[in-house]
């Protein structure tokens, strides 16, 4: 009887999740071969493989955890939640003050810590740890206040803002603005889906498009720069990069360098690319921000399309794991994983070829970094773990749901 149940959850195996991951994991390996090769880092391009094996050591890493997220029951996962997302609250305030120095000189943020030839970015487990605290919040308040109204959608709102605020804070402490955006995103994908009222949810976006507009107007102008800067909100090398985007080729050899010769390097590689390994345009930072660059000098629009399809493939995968599961919890954690995915690959692709401001947001499954690499696999262990195990429902939900109703 043991038998046939193993075989049936192994038949539940959502292969249309792992396949487009395992085709963006193969482009990432090819992609970085390139653009360690031709690096202005000696040590780099002498060994590229070098670079390459390291990173599929971290693809070794995220697949097993997949393996394992993917067999751990939502039950065990709402219990561990409020766990994990107290330890990464610790792991992230101990970061505001032993950061890795040398790090925050080059990148301007403050968002690593340093063992030796290792580092990690713990913001980036973070948001998966956010995710799914979240995920617990609103599914216990829908559980134990089944009839909505504006009072009891109002609480749920506090108690959301209770779980990210002191993410947002802890990160802004950090100066990395482009994690806090995306933690943002998390937070507005599962509060649109958590079922709050309209006359709440219009408010709240009207109020963030004034805000975004006021942001706009301040940053293009210098008294509204100087205030932005002075209350802490921006520093100059955050202007710099709102320049860039603004005029990318101001500055080619200064400031704005990195995103005019990404924008020239997949311009150059026209419809088909100029084929593997070629690269006439130097790229900074290309192995990991600026990734996309490989991707469309060396195969082209074609190339570049193919990729962005995976990307759409796999969304379009895990919001029919949404759809097919029954478990809420299930469903807002996965919310929080697409739109932390959609979000990366938005930024990250508009920022190489000029669409959008450069935030530093690595490509997902593409980019070099192990932090990011294994938070997004750990968000495709949990996707595929609904699959899994598609008829579970965590008991606190279903004793709320019951008290409910009495």
């Known amino acids: 009887m043991e038998k046939k149940n193993v075989f049936r959850n192994d038949n539940q195996i959502d292969y249309g999740v792992i396949l487009p991951v395992f085709l963006l994991c193969l482009v990432g390996l090819a992609s970085l071969y390139v653009a360690l090769f031709h690096s202005h880092n000696l040590a780099e391009s002498a060994n590229p493989m070098r670079g390459v094996l390291k990173q599929g050591v971290w693809y070794v890493v995220g697949i097993i955890a997949v393996a394992i997220i993917m067999r751990i029951r ?15 609250l610790v ?52 559980g134990s206040y089944r009839e909505r109204t504006l009072q009891t959608d109002g609480l749920l709102i506090g108690k959301m ?23 943002l995103a998390i937070f507005g994908g599962i509060f649109l889906m958590s079922g709050i009222s309209w006359k709440i949810v219009v408010p709240v976006i009207a109020t963030f498009v004034v805000i975004g507009a006021g942001t706009i107007f301040l940053v293009l102008t210098d008294g509204g720069r100087a205030f932005l800067e002075n209350i802490g909100l921006f520093s100059e090398y955050q202007f710099k990069r709102i320049d860039s985007w603004l005029d990318p080729f ?52 074609v190339g570049s399309t193919f990729v962005i399809l995976l990307y759409f493939i796999l969304i379009y995968r895990m919001i029919r794991v949404c759809f097919d599961t029954n478990n809420e919890f299930y469903t807002y954690i996965a919310t929080g994983i697409i739109m932390m995915i959609l979000f ?24 070099q970094g192990g932090s990011s690499l294994l938070s997004n696999m750990i968000g495709i262990g949990l996707i595929l773990s609904m699959r899994y195990h598609a008829v579970e429902q965590p008991q606190e939900t279903t004793r709320s749901s019951r008290r409910s109703r009495r």
Request: proline share 5%.
């Open 161 to 183: 803002l209770a779980v990210t605020l002191p993410v947002i804070i802890l990160v802004l402490l950090q100066e990395d603005f482009g994690t806090m955006l995306v933690f």
């Open 74 to 88: 939502s039950k065990m996962l709402w219990l561990l939640t409020p766990y994990i997302y107290g330890l990464g």
């Open 344 to 367: 990366h690959v938005f930024e990250n692709i508009g920022a190489n070829i000029g669409l959008l401001p450069l935030t530093g947001i690595p490509l997902p499954f593409i980019s």
């Open 250 to 301: 101001h500055d080619i050899q200064g400031s704005s360098g990195q995103v005019a010769k990404s924008i020239m390097a997949i311009g150059s590689g026209g419809m088909f690319g100029k084929g593997f390994n070629v690269s006439d345009v130097y790229v900074p930072v290309r192995e990991s921000d600026m990734i996309f660059s490989v991707i469309g000098e060396n195969f082209g629009f």
């Open 91 to 142: 792991v992230m305030a101990l970061l505001v003050r032993f950061y890795d120095p040398v790090i925050a000189a080059s990148t301007g943020s403050r968002n690593w810590f340093s063992f030796g030839a290792f580092t990690v970015q713990p913001a980036e487990l973070m948001k998966i740890a956010m995710i799914m605290m979240l995920a617990l919040v609103v599914t216990k308040h829908n």
